[in-house]
């Protein structure tokens, strides 16, 4: 994971790794390995993206995002990764929803200028299982924002994202981009115990740093946020903290040094009810349930 940013410094994330049953493993070079085709579509001529409802967490990156359903009376929403919450990492299995919030974010403008700050109400949803993602709910509303601080929320693709986009990681913290393509997917990526699935892969360009943890991955043909950046493979280790790798469906293992990915945001869209609220048992949601997460930690104590 990207390791988020603390007074005295970069901290590594994680504490302790589990051993995997993988089969085979292949300590490949940035830019090698199998991908996903590129479809013609994909190559599309890039647009200018700006800074502009990014936020910078105390530790993190996030953005200010709305769904095709959100309306501007609703309470907005911003994204950031699972394990940049307050309340530390969610474990595996753990799903955090509707719990209290305080947490402050200074909002940007397009130039990556201090907008102004917007506060939480509440952690509406976080977990760092199948996914690395978390959506706070805000006491402003869209119209709110746009009205005070002349800043529009990012919008959520419903869509897949494709191999081949371009894309760029905007970080609120650093008030940096990285630019680069979509890669291929990984359909898993396993680092210490976390397992993420469908993961992002990007090209070797986007080297993420701590910090850049929560930045939205935004589609520059579009303009919409198809993804939240959370890790990079930092030594070339193997499925460790800190060093990701991906697992495939027959179990063999590929680490990719100095890569990096992100968590697809588009299965967070038909989870988002009227009034912005997380609705777990919408039609089309697939995102990991807290009951889900009690019987799996009933079952790992058995």
């Given amino acids: 994971m990207n390791k988020p940013l603390v007074a005295a410094g970069l901290t590594a994330l994680l504490l302790g790794a589990t051993a995997l049953p993988a089969t085979a493993v292949s300590n490949e070079a940035p830019g090698s390995g199998q991908r996903a085709a590129i479809p013609a579509e994909a190559k599309v001529k890039a647009k200018a993206v700006t800074y502009a409802g990014t936020v910078a967490l105390s530790n993190c990156s996030g953005s200010v995002v709305r769904a095709p359903s ?85 919008d959520l693709d419903a869509a897949h994202p494709q191999a081949g986009r371009a894309i760029t990681v905007a970080s609120g913290y650093w008030k940096r981009m990285y630019k680069c393509s979509i890669d291929g997917f990984a359909y898993q990526l396993k680092e210490g115990r976390w397992t993420w699935k469908d993961s992002v892969r990007y090209t070797s360009p986007c080297q993420v740093i701590g910090g850049t943890s929560g930045s939205p991955v935004i589609d520059d043909a579009t303009g919409k946020v198809v993804a939240v950046n959370n890790t990079i493979n930092e030594s070339g280790q193997r499925c460790t903290d800190n060093n990701p790798c991906e697992v495939d469906q027959n179990g063999n293992v590929t680490v990719r040094r100095s890569i990096g990915y992100a968590q697809q945001t588009y299965t967070l869209v038909p989870c988002i009810g009227a009034g912005n609220n997380i609705d777990l048992n919408r039609p089309g949601c697939t995102l990991p349930k807290p009951l889900a997460a009690e019987k799996h930690r009933a079952a790992a104590a058995r």
Avoid at 77 to 83: A, C, Q, R
Avoid at 93 to 98: A, E, M, N, P, S
């Fill in 70 to 154: 959100s309306q501007p009376t609703d309470p907005a929403l911003v994204l950031s990764n699972g394990h940049c919450l307050e309340t530390g990492f969610p474990g595996p299995g753990q799903v955090i929803v509707d719990r209290p919030s305080t947490r402050s974010f200074t909002l940007l403008n397009a130039s990556g200028g201090n907008a102004g700050t917007v506060r939480a109400s509440k952690i509406a949803y976080g977990t760092m299982t199948d996914t690395d993602a978390s959506l706070y709910r805000l006491t402003s509303t869209y119209k709110d924002i746009e009205t005070r601080y002349g800043i529009k929320a990012l």
